[in-house]
């Protein structure tokens, strides 16, 4: 398989078997590795069902709600070890990430790239959104972008696609943050090894069904972290001291 597509769920019993299927009929060569935190909703009984009748869908299992970022680490961190993938993309269970657009993600990763779902190019945008939280996303990526003088428009996005070897040098088991938060962390950690980025445009759905998991903490963690990045963090801008 060429691309391993990390998919952290929690709650998504609905939308996992579209989005697989969805997935799987694209032309890529892709294997979907699901991340379950044990959903109450049963998600992971039914990731199991689906991966018994399909190869190419694999599952992990944690025992509980450890959150998202930790997920995606944790998914890519063992699609590293147990896959021969060149490609390692990630998106949300919930469809607010539309399939159609992983092939220009993996288009750009192919060529070494760091390839990043934007809502914030030309092209890209936010559909069934009020004006606040409109202004809340915006202002987080300019929040983000700014403190931590980053090249990047959208960073509190999940839908990506990492080359290999950025990924393996990205030292994921040391990331500060559990939460979405570790989101812009990696970007910036890849900023700081010199990775070159392209944002792909997309246009972000609220999601289709289901309950959002984004908790005032969560966010809090997120505006804190940013600071913890800028001034104590492992990794560093390569032109800053
Ligand atoms: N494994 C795991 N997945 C999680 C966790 N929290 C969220 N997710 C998944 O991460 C993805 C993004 O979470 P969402 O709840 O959609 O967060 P959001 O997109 O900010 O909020 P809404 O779309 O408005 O609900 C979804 O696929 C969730 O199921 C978690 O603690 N563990
Ligand atoms: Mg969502």
Redesign the pocket.
């Known amino acids: 398989m060429e691309t391993i597509v990390v998919?952290?769920?929690?709650?998504?019993a609905d939308?996992i078997p579209e989005l697989t299927r969805a997935l799987l009929d694209l032309d890529l060569d892709l294997g979907i590795l699901i991340?379950?935190?044990n959903?109450p909703d049963g998600t992971g009984r039914l990731a199991d069902e689906l991966a018994a009748n399909e190869p190419r869908i694999m599952v992990r299992h944690?025992p509980g709600?450890?959150?998202?970022g930790?997920?995606y680490a944790q998914g890519f961190a063992w699609a590293l070890e147990n896959t021969n993938a060149s490609l390692f993309a990630q998106m949300?269970?919930?469809f607010?990430h539309h399939p159609s657009v992983l092939p220009d993600l993996v288009a750009a990763a192919r060529r070494g790239l760091v390839a990043i779902g934007s809502r914030y190019v030309p092209g890209g945008g936010v559909k069934n959104w009020g004006l606040g939280r409109r202004i809340l996303s915006r202002g987080a990526s300019l929040y983000v972008g700014t403190i931590l003088a980053l090249p990047v428009n959208d960073l509190t996005g999940?839908f990506k696609c990492w080359p290999r070897a950025v990924l393996e040098r990205l030292e994921l088991e040391t990331l500060q943050a559990g939460?979405?938060a570790a989101l812009s962390e990696m970007t910036y950690r890849a900023h700081c090894m010199g990775c070159k980025f392209q944002e792909v445009p997309i246009i972000f759905e609220?999601?289709r069904v289901?309950?959002?998991?984004?908790t005032p903490a969560i966010a809090l963690e997120a505006m804190l972290n940013v600071w913890r990045l800028r001034f104590q963090g492992r990794f560093k801008p390569r032109n800053r001291p």
């Open positions: 998919i952290p769920t929690y709650n998504e939308n991340v379950d935190d959903s944690r709600k450890l959150g998202l930790t997920a949300d269970a919930d607010s999940a939460g979405f609220d999601r289901g309950q959002s998991k984004l």
